[in-house]
Protein backbone atom coordinates (compact mmCIF):
# COMPACT_ATOMS: atom_id res chain seq x y z
CA UNK A 1 0.00 0.00 0.00
CA UNK A 2 1.12 3.39 -0.74
CA UNK A 3 2.88 5.43 2.16
CA UNK A 4 0.32 8.27 3.58
CA UNK A 5 1.69 11.74 4.37
CA UNK A 6 0.05 10.32 8.47
CA UNK A 7 2.22 7.32 7.82
CA UNK A 8 5.40 9.74 7.19
CA UNK A 9 4.24 12.13 10.07
CA UNK A 10 4.10 9.30 12.94
CA UNK A 11 7.52 8.93 12.33
CA UNK A 12 8.30 11.93 13.80
CA UNK A 13 10.63 10.88 16.77
CA UNK A 14 10.38 7.46 16.46
CA UNK A 15 12.06 5.21 13.20
CA UNK A 16 13.67 7.40 11.04
CA UNK A 17 12.24 8.08 7.58
CA UNK A 18 14.84 7.31 4.04
CA UNK A 19 14.29 8.85 0.65
CA UNK A 20 16.40 8.45 -2.13
CA UNK A 21 15.79 9.90 -5.52
CA UNK A 22 15.54 8.77 -8.60
CA UNK A 23 14.54 10.14 -11.75
CA UNK A 24 13.55 6.92 -14.27
CA UNK A 25 11.21 3.69 -14.06
CA UNK A 26 13.79 1.10 -13.77
CA UNK A 27 15.51 3.14 -10.62
CA UNK A 28 12.20 3.81 -9.18
CA UNK A 29 11.08 0.20 -9.05
CA UNK A 30 14.44 -1.05 -7.66
CA UNK A 31 14.13 1.92 -4.92
CA UNK A 32 10.44 0.64 -3.86
CA UNK A 33 11.02 -3.02 -3.83
CA UNK A 34 14.11 -2.47 -1.55
CA UNK A 35 11.09 -0.63 1.12
CA UNK A 36 12.59 3.04 0.52
CA UNK A 37 9.89 5.38 2.10
CA UNK A 38 9.93 8.55 0.05
CA UNK A 39 11.27 9.09 -3.80
CA UNK A 40 12.35 12.16 -4.56
CA UNK A 41 12.60 13.13 -8.16
CA UNK A 42 14.98 15.73 -7.51
CA UNK A 43 15.49 18.52 -10.01
CA UNK A 44 19.47 17.69 -9.15
CA UNK A 45 18.08 15.82 -12.55
CA UNK A 46 19.97 18.27 -14.22
CA UNK A 47 23.00 17.68 -12.89
CA UNK A 48 22.92 14.04 -12.54
CA UNK A 49 21.33 13.20 -15.54
CA UNK A 50 21.04 15.71 -18.00
CA UNK A 51 24.61 16.77 -17.73
CA UNK A 52 23.79 20.35 -16.80
CA UNK A 53 26.56 22.31 -14.52
CA UNK A 54 23.53 22.68 -11.97
CA UNK A 55 20.19 22.79 -11.44
CA UNK A 56 19.05 26.10 -13.18
CA UNK A 57 17.97 25.46 -16.77
CA UNK A 58 16.11 22.16 -15.34
CA UNK A 59 12.05 23.00 -16.44
CA UNK A 60 8.80 21.85 -15.61
CA UNK A 61 8.29 20.04 -18.42
CA UNK A 62 11.30 18.39 -17.22
CA UNK A 63 10.63 17.46 -13.85
CA UNK A 64 6.92 15.83 -15.48
CA UNK A 65 8.74 14.04 -18.07
CA UNK A 66 11.22 12.32 -15.24
CA UNK A 67 8.24 12.17 -12.58
CA UNK A 68 5.57 10.27 -14.69
CA UNK A 69 8.35 7.23 -14.65
CA UNK A 70 9.70 7.27 -11.42
CA UNK A 71 5.35 7.34 -10.33
CA UNK A 72 5.05 4.46 -12.80
CA UNK A 73 7.35 2.59 -10.93
CA UNK A 74 6.67 3.58 -7.34
CA UNK A 75 4.13 1.12 -5.97
CA UNK A 76 4.53 2.22 -2.20
CA UNK A 77 6.66 5.10 -1.53
CA UNK A 78 5.73 8.69 -1.47
CA UNK A 79 6.91 10.29 -4.30
CA UNK A 80 8.14 13.84 -4.14
CA UNK A 81 8.56 16.19 -7.42
CA UNK A 82 10.98 19.15 -7.18
CA UNK A 83 9.49 22.29 -8.69
CA UNK A 84 12.35 23.40 -10.70
CA UNK A 85 13.66 27.00 -10.84
CA UNK A 86 11.64 30.06 -12.16
CA UNK A 87 8.46 27.44 -11.46
CA UNK A 88 8.05 29.11 -8.61
CA UNK A 89 9.77 32.44 -7.53
CA UNK A 90 7.93 35.00 -9.89
CA UNK A 91 4.76 34.67 -8.14
CA UNK A 92 2.27 32.76 -6.03
CA UNK A 93 0.14 32.45 -8.84
CA UNK A 94 3.05 30.41 -10.97
CA UNK A 95 3.81 28.68 -7.87
CA UNK A 96 0.12 26.98 -7.38
CA UNK A 97 -0.30 26.60 -10.98
CA UNK A 98 2.91 24.86 -11.56
CA UNK A 99 2.50 22.64 -8.51
CA UNK A 100 -0.72 21.87 -9.79
CA UNK A 101 0.67 20.68 -12.74
CA UNK A 102 3.12 18.47 -11.20
CA UNK A 103 0.47 16.34 -9.38
CA UNK A 104 -2.16 16.57 -11.96
CA UNK A 105 0.42 15.10 -14.96
CA UNK A 106 2.12 12.74 -12.83
CA UNK A 107 0.42 11.31 -10.14
CA UNK A 108 2.93 12.38 -7.29
CA UNK A 109 1.75 12.59 -3.69
CA UNK A 110 3.48 16.08 -2.45
CA UNK A 111 5.70 18.84 -4.47
CA UNK A 112 9.16 20.18 -2.76
CA UNK A 113 10.48 23.97 -2.99
CA UNK A 114 13.62 25.97 -2.32
CA UNK A 115 13.47 28.83 0.42
CA UNK A 116 12.29 29.87 3.49
CA UNK A 117 10.80 33.06 4.95
CA UNK A 118 10.80 34.42 1.42
CA UNK A 119 8.44 31.75 -0.18
CA UNK A 120 6.20 30.74 2.70
CA UNK A 121 3.35 32.46 0.96
CA UNK A 122 3.83 29.95 -1.99
CA UNK A 123 4.01 27.12 0.42
CA UNK A 124 0.93 28.49 2.19
CA UNK A 125 -0.78 28.82 -1.38
CA UNK A 126 0.19 25.11 -2.70
CA UNK A 127 -1.05 23.47 0.67
CA UNK A 128 -4.26 25.69 0.08
CA UNK A 129 -5.07 24.19 -3.08
CA UNK A 130 -4.85 20.88 -1.54
CA UNK A 131 -1.00 19.61 -2.11
CA UNK A 132 1.46 18.59 0.43
CA UNK A 133 4.37 20.78 1.00
CA UNK A 134 8.50 19.71 1.47
CA UNK A 135 10.29 22.79 1.83
CA UNK A 136 14.23 23.09 1.58
CA UNK A 137 16.37 25.25 3.29
CA UNK A 138 19.95 25.47 3.98
CA UNK A 139 22.13 24.86 1.12
CA UNK A 140 19.43 26.16 -1.98
CA UNK A 141 21.29 24.47 -4.96
CA UNK A 142 19.21 27.47 -6.92
CA UNK A 143 20.44 30.06 -5.45
CA UNK A 144 23.82 28.92 -6.36
CA UNK A 145 24.98 32.24 -7.56
CA UNK A 146 23.98 34.14 -4.75
CA UNK A 147 25.08 31.66 -2.27
CA UNK A 148 28.71 31.89 -3.75
CA UNK A 149 28.71 27.86 -4.55
CA UNK A 150 27.79 25.04 -2.63
CA UNK A 151 28.90 25.72 0.82
CA UNK A 152 27.53 24.69 3.98
CA UNK A 153 25.05 27.04 5.76
CA UNK A 154 24.43 27.93 8.85
CA UNK A 155 27.84 28.17 10.52
CA UNK A 156 27.40 31.72 11.83
CA UNK A 157 25.29 33.01 14.41
CA UNK A 158 23.53 35.16 11.72
CA UNK A 159 22.89 31.92 9.47
CA UNK A 160 21.78 29.81 11.88
CA UNK A 161 19.35 32.67 13.29
CA UNK A 162 18.20 32.85 9.37
CA UNK A 163 18.00 28.78 9.52
CA UNK A 164 15.70 28.62 12.44
CA UNK A 165 13.30 31.27 11.21
CA UNK A 166 13.21 29.48 7.60
CA UNK A 167 12.38 26.42 9.59
CA UNK A 168 9.67 28.21 11.54
CA UNK A 169 8.01 29.81 8.60
CA UNK A 170 7.62 27.25 6.46
CA UNK A 171 6.12 25.25 8.83
CA UNK A 172 3.75 27.68 9.89
CA UNK A 173 2.80 27.71 6.25
CA UNK A 174 1.90 24.33 5.82
CA UNK A 175 4.88 22.60 4.90
CA UNK A 176 4.88 18.74 6.17
CA UNK A 177 8.39 18.36 5.86
CA UNK A 178 11.65 20.50 5.92
CA UNK A 179 15.06 19.25 3.85
CA UNK A 180 18.27 20.50 5.68
CA UNK A 181 20.81 20.54 3.24
CA UNK A 182 24.38 20.64 4.31
CA UNK A 183 23.59 22.14 7.82
CA UNK A 184 25.83 21.54 10.85
CA UNK A 185 24.76 18.39 12.63
CA UNK A 186 24.19 20.69 16.16
CA UNK A 187 22.10 23.16 14.14
CA UNK A 188 19.41 20.51 12.36
CA UNK A 189 19.19 18.91 15.60
CA UNK A 190 17.72 22.39 17.03
CA UNK A 191 15.66 22.61 14.23
CA UNK A 192 14.02 19.30 14.81
CA UNK A 193 13.64 19.40 17.86
CA UNK A 194 11.79 22.93 17.29
CA UNK A 195 9.50 21.61 14.53
CA UNK A 196 6.45 19.31 14.27
CA UNK A 197 7.31 18.69 10.57
CA UNK A 198 9.67 15.70 9.15
CA UNK A 199 13.63 17.21 9.15
CA UNK A 200 15.09 15.38 6.04
CA UNK A 201 18.48 15.81 5.90
CA UNK A 202 21.20 15.40 3.64
CA UNK A 203 24.43 16.45 5.00
CA UNK A 204 22.75 17.48 8.19
CA UNK A 205 23.84 14.67 10.47
CA UNK A 206 22.16 11.66 12.36
CA UNK A 207 19.50 14.17 14.28
CA UNK A 208 17.22 14.62 11.68
CA UNK A 209 13.99 12.64 11.33
CA UNK A 210 15.09 11.27 8.11
CA UNK A 211 18.02 10.96 5.62
CA UNK A 212 17.97 11.72 1.61
CA UNK A 213 20.69 10.99 -0.86
CA UNK A 214 21.02 11.16 -4.95
CA UNK A 215 20.99 8.10 -5.60
CA UNK A 216 23.70 8.03 -8.04
CA UNK A 217 26.12 9.59 -4.90
CA UNK A 218 25.30 6.76 -2.89
CA UNK A 219 25.55 3.48 -5.48
CA UNK A 220 28.75 4.90 -7.12
CA UNK A 221 26.85 5.87 -10.36
CA UNK A 222 28.73 9.09 -11.04
CA UNK A 223 32.80 9.49 -11.47
CA UNK A 224 34.17 12.50 -10.10
CA UNK A 225 33.46 14.61 -7.15
CA UNK A 226 31.47 13.08 -4.20
CA UNK A 227 30.52 15.43 -1.16
CA UNK A 228 31.52 14.68 2.14
CA UNK A 229 28.36 13.71 3.19
CA UNK A 230 27.99 10.81 1.06
CA UNK A 231 28.07 7.40 2.30
CA UNK A 232 28.99 5.33 -0.82
CA UNK A 233 27.06 1.71 -0.60
CA UNK A 234 28.39 0.69 -3.84
CA UNK A 235 30.83 1.32 -7.29
CA UNK A 236 28.16 1.32 -9.87
CA UNK A 237 30.12 3.18 -12.48
CA UNK A 238 33.44 0.30 -11.43
CA UNK A 239 31.08 -2.20 -12.61
CA UNK A 240 29.70 -0.78 -15.58
CA UNK A 241 33.09 0.58 -16.80
CA UNK A 242 34.61 -3.27 -16.84
CA UNK A 243 31.18 -4.05 -18.71
CA UNK A 244 31.41 -2.04 -20.95
CA UNK A 245 35.28 -2.67 -21.71
CA UNK A 246 34.28 -6.32 -22.08
CA UNK A 247 31.98 -5.61 -24.29
CA UNK A 248 34.17 -3.98 -26.93
CA UNK A 249 36.30 -6.87 -26.36
CA UNK A 250 34.00 -9.69 -26.95
CA UNK A 251 32.53 -7.33 -29.88
CA UNK A 252 35.85 -7.34 -31.54
CA UNK A 253 36.67 -10.68 -31.20
CA UNK A 254 33.24 -12.33 -32.46
CA UNK A 255 33.01 -14.07 -28.93
CA UNK A 256 29.73 -12.01 -28.56
CA UNK A 257 26.60 -13.33 -29.83
CA UNK A 258 27.30 -16.99 -27.85
CA UNK A 259 25.19 -19.86 -29.60
CA UNK A 260 22.62 -19.15 -26.92
CA UNK A 261 22.28 -15.61 -27.22
CA UNK A 262 21.82 -16.63 -31.76
CA UNK A 263 18.24 -17.45 -33.00
CA UNK A 264 17.79 -20.39 -35.31
CA UNK A 265 16.81 -20.90 -39.20
CA UNK A 266 15.73 -24.28 -39.86
CA UNK A 267 18.45 -26.30 -42.28
CA UNK A 268 15.93 -26.82 -45.54
CA UNK A 269 14.85 -23.23 -45.47
CA UNK A 270 18.75 -22.32 -45.22
CA UNK A 271 19.60 -24.28 -47.96
CA UNK A 272 16.44 -22.84 -50.24
CA UNK A 273 17.20 -19.70 -50.06
CA UNK A 274 20.77 -20.18 -51.04
CA UNK A 275 19.54 -22.02 -54.16
CA UNK A 276 17.20 -19.30 -55.02
CA UNK A 277 19.84 -16.65 -53.98
CA UNK A 278 22.23 -18.40 -56.39
CA UNK A 279 19.47 -18.63 -59.51
CA UNK A 280 18.92 -14.82 -59.25
CA UNK A 281 22.73 -13.82 -59.02
CA UNK A 282 23.14 -16.22 -62.52
CA UNK A 283 20.21 -14.74 -63.74
CA UNK A 284 20.91 -11.01 -62.91
CA UNK A 285 24.39 -11.68 -64.55
CA UNK A 286 23.15 -13.14 -67.56
CA UNK A 287 20.47 -10.61 -68.28
CA UNK A 288 23.41 -8.14 -68.03
CA UNK A 289 25.40 -9.72 -70.30
CA UNK A 290 22.30 -9.53 -72.17
CA UNK A 291 21.60 -5.83 -72.10
CA UNK A 292 25.16 -5.13 -73.16
CA UNK A 293 23.91 -7.22 -76.17
CA UNK A 294 21.01 -4.74 -76.56
CA UNK A 295 18.60 -8.07 -75.64
CA UNK A 296 16.39 -8.36 -72.31
CA UNK A 297 14.74 -12.00 -72.10
CA UNK A 298 12.83 -11.91 -68.19
CA UNK A 299 10.72 -14.55 -69.12
CA UNK A 300 12.35 -16.78 -67.00
CA UNK A 301 12.14 -14.44 -63.77
CA UNK A 302 8.91 -13.94 -64.33
CA UNK A 303 7.87 -17.74 -64.16
CA UNK A 304 9.95 -18.54 -61.08
CA UNK A 305 8.32 -19.61 -58.32
CA UNK A 306 9.24 -21.45 -55.03
CA UNK A 307 6.85 -23.72 -53.44
CA UNK A 308 6.18 -22.63 -49.73
CA UNK A 309 5.32 -26.13 -48.62
CA UNK A 310 8.21 -27.91 -50.49
CA UNK A 311 10.49 -24.85 -50.80
CA UNK A 312 11.59 -26.74 -54.93
CA UNK A 313 11.93 -22.97 -56.79
CA UNK A 314 11.23 -23.38 -60.60
CA UNK A 315 10.91 -27.27 -60.29
CA UNK A 316 14.18 -27.56 -58.73
CA UNK A 317 13.84 -29.77 -55.63
CA UNK A 318 14.45 -28.29 -52.33
O1 LIG B 1 17.34 17.87 -6.22
C1 LIG B 1 17.68 17.10 -5.32
O2 LIG B 1 18.15 15.98 -5.53
C2 LIG B 1 17.52 17.56 -3.95
C3 LIG B 1 18.23 16.79 -2.89
C4 LIG B 1 19.64 17.23 -2.88
C5 LIG B 1 17.57 16.90 -1.59
O3 LIG B 1 16.88 18.53 -3.71
Sequence with gaps: MRKTIFDLLNRKGTLPVSML???????????????IDMILVGDSLGN????????????????IHHG???????????VVIDMPFMSYQASVEDAVRNAGRIIKETDCQ????????????????????GIPVVAHIG??????????????????????????????AVEEAGAFA???????EALAKLVTEQTQALTIGIGAGKYCDGQVLVYQDMVGYRD??????VKKYADVHSVMLEAFRQYKQDCEQRSFPEVSQTYKIADEVME???KEQHQIRTYNHESSKDRKGGKRDCSRLAQGRTDSRTGAHDGIPA
Excluded at 141 to 168: F, W
Excluded at 178 to 184: A, D, K, N, Y
Aim: net charge negative.
Design 224 to 229: GFTPKF
Design 272 to 274: TLT
Design 48 to 63: VMLGYENTLAVTVDDM
Design 110 to 129: AVKLEGGVEYADRIRAIVAA
Design 139 to 168: LTPQSVNALGGYKVQGKSLEQAHKLLEDAK
Design 178 to 184: ITLECVP
Design 21 to 35: TAYDYNTARAIDEAG
Design 68 to 78: KAVCRGAKEAF
